[in-house]
């Protein structure tokens, strides 16, 4: 089993539309997760981090449920430009960053 | 320039040479990452630095792969006998600090296989 997964979609929705991806993770030890925004053939760029209490940057919603071990994240008001593939990524605290597969998102016209 | 470097952009080469990756963190920062991404799939973990030190290696896929931080600072991913299965985009990425701190990456070497 990864220790980081997501769905991989492609979503594709519409402007103006609300969208959410779901990540899970394997490890309990993790201790901070973030969110990473990869565009075509470009390097991935951090969009936002998620800590216990989860946490909102315009847009865009964080959330963390350790009980469950999964973390969310919410884009409201989707615009033609948020299109690129979002990475759920988990800290062990123990070794460097881990990545899940990303999940692609097409927002359409 | 302030972001990661890293050179060359695209490499290509033959099946069994050997290749060196090279990747110029951003200045002061202490954490330098190596990571390995093919298509359709997020980053895979090959090495992290802290400092000169690798203390942590256990994602290098074999005894082919090896990188080093003399000092510090620039790395180097070197590969050597590569396979076709080594073509992918190297990532190399590097934060102020290890756990919990943003990673900024750089934009990849493009490592093709022939």
């Known amino acids: 089993r990864k220790e980081v997964e997501q769905d991989p979609g492609p979503f594709n929705v519409p402007e103006g539309a609300t969208v959410a991806f779901n990540c899970t993770y394997s490890n309990s030890a993790s201790q901070s997760f973030f969110w990473y925004r990869q565009d075509c053939r470009k390097e991935p760029k951090l969009l936002m981090s998620v800590y216990s209490s989860g946490n909102e940057d315009g847009r865009f919603t964080a959330q963390l449920n350790r009980a469950s071990q999964y973390i969310s994240l919410l884009i409201r008001d989707s615009k033609l430009s948020d299109s690129a593939t979002y990475l759920c990524?988990?800290?062990?605290?123990?070794?460097?960053?881990?990545f899940g597969s990303g999940t692609r998102l097409q927002v359409q016209p | 320039g302030a972001g990661v470097s890293q050179t060359p952009s695209n490499k290509v080469t033959e099946k069994g040479k050997y290749v060196e990756l090279r990747c110029d963190p951003i200045?002061?920062?202490?954490?330098l990452y190596w990571y390995r991404q093919s298509l359709g799939q997020g980053p895979e973990f090959l090495i992290y630095?802290?400092?000169?030190?690798?203390?942590?290696d256990s994602g290098l896929p074999n005894d082919r792969f090896f990188a080093v931080r003399p000092e510090g600072s620039v790395s180097t991913l070197k590969i050597q006998r590569t396979e076709r299965g080594d073509s992918a985009v190297y990532l190399c990425?590097?934060?102020?600090?290890?756990?919990?701190?943003?990673?900024?990456f750089g934009q990849g070497t493009r490592l093709t296989v022939v």
């Open positions: 200045s002061g920062h202490t954490a």
């Open positions: 630095f802290q400092g000169t030190g690798a203390a942590d």
């Open positions: 990524v988990g800290d062990t605290g123990r070794r460097a960053l881990t």
């Open positions: 990425a590097s934060s102020l600090r290890a756990w919990g701190t943003e990673a900024f």
